[in-house]
């Protein structure tokens, strides 16, 4: 018990006490989240993942082998939910809500500052590989899970696709990769050098740093949102429990084998692993709400695998110290 205890305030604190500020912000200034949200989501992710992969020593090779991880990861854990949906004798609407919150992972709200503070900027490097290719799954697979069955939600899909940030950054980062663009050159105007590449490169810097104190106080606005007391609550007990353990428990696990199986070791492979325990993605509550499939079910799956996840995270992390 006591090895766990260096880990938590080393880690866990710092970002508690961030969602803790959100909180409060949330319950005493009635701030409204979703501004917030939606100013990380397009205008400090895709700086982050910008200048994560510009400056990256990751390889194409390292890169694949962990994009494949998250591909076959989803692939398990929908097999997985699907019979555990069949199991536990949902309907339609609630396997949906329970596939969600059980395969999609907040990789970027609470993934990326985790993975920072335990591994470094090493291991954010790879966590922002990591959490592209969930992304791409999230905004594609997701909404066809979330939208089952409803008449156009392939065109909603690829809208869904073309609306994400980080989907242009990486694109920008590969190009500029190839090129050999480098932000380091000066532009000549009338025989004035004029440093206009390191001061362009130098505002994207500013908006990456913004963005991991804005994706922490959003979740914590989200965690500080009033309980719901509706009721039939009882019910999703069985099915939030599932989900705990699936997405906390079995996840890490199905990741720790498949970083074995594909050759990802030391920090790619623990921020691989890190980033598959992490709770169920916020963004699963906006496409629950989007499609109306059970909102308030996938809500509190999210609270609680948050809430839940601070131990099983901490007790993840004292296992590599």
Known sequence: MLRLLPVFVQVILPLALVWGTGVLARRLLRLDPR?????????????????????????????????????????????????????????????????????????????FPATLLALGQAGLERAVVFSVAHALLNNTLGVYIAARGQAGSVRKTIR??????????????????????????????????????????????????????????VLGMQLG??????????????????????????????????????????????AVILEAAMPSAVLSVILATEFDARPRFVTRAVVGTTLASMLTLTVLLSLWQ
């Open 225 to 270: 949102a009033p309980p719901d007391r509706s009721t039939g609550r009882g019910r999703e007990n069985g099915p939030l429990l599932a989900v705990g353990a699936v997405r906390l428990l079995l996840s890490p696990l199905l990741a720790w084998g498949l970083t074995r199986l594909v050759g990802l070791a030391g920090v790619a492979g623990r």
């Open 35 to 111: 501004p917030f949200a939606r100013a990380g989501l397009y205008l400090l992710t895709a700086p982050l993942v910008f200048v994560s992969l510009v400056e990256s020593s990751i390889t194409a090779g390292e890169a694949g082998r962990i994009g494949l991880v998250v591909l076959v990861l989803v692939g398990l854990l929908w097999l997985v939910t699907a019979g555990l949906g069949r199991l536990l004798r949902l309907s339609g609407e609630e396997r949906s809500a329970f596939q969600l919150v059980s395969i999609f992972i907040n990789a970027v709200n609470y993934g």
């Open 160 to 217: 869904q696709v073309l609306r994400i940030p980080m989907l242009y950054a990486v694109l920008l980062a590969l190009f500029c990769r190839l090129a050999g663009f480098s932000f380091r050159g000066t532009l000549s105007l009338g025989g004035l050098e004029v440093p206009l590449w390191p001061s362009i490169y130098r505002a994207i810097e500013v908006l990456a740093q913004g963005a991991i104190p804005v994706f922490l106080l």
